[in-house]
């Protein structure tokens, strides 16, 4: 028997009205999740099996139960099927997941977001009608790839073919009007922010006129924001 009780569903059923998620499995991933959750704001229900974990965290989520996913009747008590949107963040454990998965839609989730390991445990899972599959280390492995390959301070690939990267300011551009600058014919891409010293970052326009130690932020096909990166 559990030494933490699974909640009765009402404190779950205050959780899944406000702005809330539930999050199952709190490994390295999900518990990274649920506080980044927790730290902007958003209500969090976090559930494990692992007793330990659970009281690891206990404070730290605005709920956390030790329960096993995989039977409904224990999601259905903690009151899950209220929830929009839940995260299934087990990896390792394939059939956890995939069962996880198909006991939340069999609910009716209306956002169900899952990590799988690899292409097959995404495959099933798609299949299955999960409505976001990451893939936590593949992603990371690619986007790290670019940051070591090229001169991007940091680098997010928005969709496959496109990025946003964070970079330095080529000479080129300095002290010149962007608008001036030709930068969206010559390089394909659009300056979308700059930052300028300790100062908060500010949305670029026309107008905008970069200046030495600068930082941006671009916008455009990958290649294309790659190769500005590159520039000096
Ligand atoms: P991470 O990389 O995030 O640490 P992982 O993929 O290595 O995750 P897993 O073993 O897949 O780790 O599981 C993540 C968490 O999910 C673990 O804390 C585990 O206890 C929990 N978990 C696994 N099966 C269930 C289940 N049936 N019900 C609830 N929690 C579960």
Sequence with gaps: ????????????????????????????????????????GTDVLGIDLDEELVQSLNGQLTQVVRAD??????????????????????GDDISASILTSSVL?????????????????GLILEQLGVHHVIYPEKDMGRRVAHLVRGAALDYIEVDR?????????????LDTRLG????????????????????????????????????????GPTSSAESFAQLR
Excluded: C
């Design 69 to 90: 996913s995989t039977k409904e009747e224990a999601l259905r008590q903690l009151a899950v099927h209220e929830f929009d949107r839940v995260v299934v963040a087990i």
């Design 105 to 121: 839609l069999s609910m009716g989730i209306p956002v169900i977001w899952a990590k799988v390991v690899d292409d097959r445990h």
């Design 180 to 219: 001036d600058t030709g930068l969206r014919a010559s390089h394909g891409v659009t300056v979308a922010a700059f930052k300028r010293g300790e100062e908060p970052w500010r949305n670029a326009d026309a107008d905008t006129v970069l200046r030495a130690g600068d930082t941006v932020l671009v916008v």
């Design 1 to 40: 028997m559990a030494r933490f009780p699974i909640f009765g569903g009402d404190t779950s059923r205050r959780i899944a009205e406000a702005d809330s998620v539930a999050v199952i499995g709190l490994g390295r991933f999900g518990r990274a999740l649920a506080l980044e959750l927790m730290a902007a």
């Design 161 to 173: 073919g496109y990025a946003l990267v964070k970079a330095a300011v080529p000479a080129a551009l």
